[in-house]
């Protein structure tokens, strides 16, 4: 069974459009995360969420918001998307110390 | 700002040869350092992680040693085989905080 899955796995869209991507985990984790790999493998955090609180990485622009409707899913929505929003995004659930994440497969977003 | 850096973006290896793969970190407060292993289209997926306290620490076929004094961290795979073909990135963790800081990435290709 699947720990940390994420839906679609690529998303292909034009400029300006809002979309959406989908994180569950299986794993009774408390916290999620949503992370950005760049064209250079570079591994960035965006959010780190559990049910107290969301931790927001200061750079990232308030056209992305992180959506939890229950413990188990973290989704991800964009509005406005930019050619720069093209990446790899990653969502990850740990335990509380942080240490051991459990990454999903990724969803490769291309924006034309 | 604080970062964690890799002195080389690639490294290759004869099959069953040890690697060992480094990385500089500059943030003293870092509690854990961790590295993990991205082999392609997949997700990180964690190796070993080291406490802050310890200066080395031994899982399966993998070392990590940790020298505070000159802020570097080093991974060693033991008879490296081709199933360790893949990214490896070292990443750090600062107090309470859930969030980690990756370093730039390590791409090992193992020769047969």
């Known amino acids: 069974d699947t720990a940390v899955s994420q839906t679609p796995k690529y998303l292909v869209t034009q400029m300006g459009n809002d979309k959406s991507i989908k994180c569950e985990q299986n794993l009774g984790h408390d916290t999620m995360y949503w992370y950005k790999q760049d064209s250079k493998k570079f591994l960035k955090i965006m959010f780190s969420y559990n049910n107290k609180e969301l931790i927001i990485n200061e750079t990232v622009p308030n056209r992305f918001s992180p959506k939890s409707p229950d413990k188990a899913h973290l989704n991800l929505h964009i509005n406005s998307l930019e050619l720069g929003d093209s990446a790899v995004y990653f969502c990850?659930?740990?335990?509380?110390?942080?240490?051991?994440?459990?990454f999903g497969p990724g969803t490769r977003l291309t924006v034309l | 700002g604080e970062s964690v850096g890799l002195h080389l973006p690639t490294l290759s290896v004869q099959e069953g040869d040890n690697s060992i793969i480094n990385c500089a970190y500059s943030?003293?407060?870092?509690?854990?350092f961790i590295w993990y292993k991205q082999e392609s289209g997949k997700g990180p997926q964690f190796i070993i992680d080291?406490?802050?306290?310890?200066d080395k620490r031994q899982g399966q076929r993998v070392t990590v040693l940790l020298n505070k004094t000159v802020k570097h961290l080093s991974l060693q795979i033991a008879a490296t085989q081709p199933g360790d073909s893949a990214v490896y990135f070292c990443?750090?963790?600062?107090?309470?905080?859930?969030?980690?800081?990756f370093g730039s990435g390590t791409q090992l290709t193992v020769l047969p």
């Open positions: 990850a659930s740990s335990g509380r110390a942080g240490v051991e994440q459990f």
């Open positions: 080291i406490r802050s306290n310890m």
């Open positions: 990443a750090e963790k600062a107090g309470s905080a859930r969030q980690l800081t």
């Open positions: 943030n003293s407060a870092s509690d854990y």
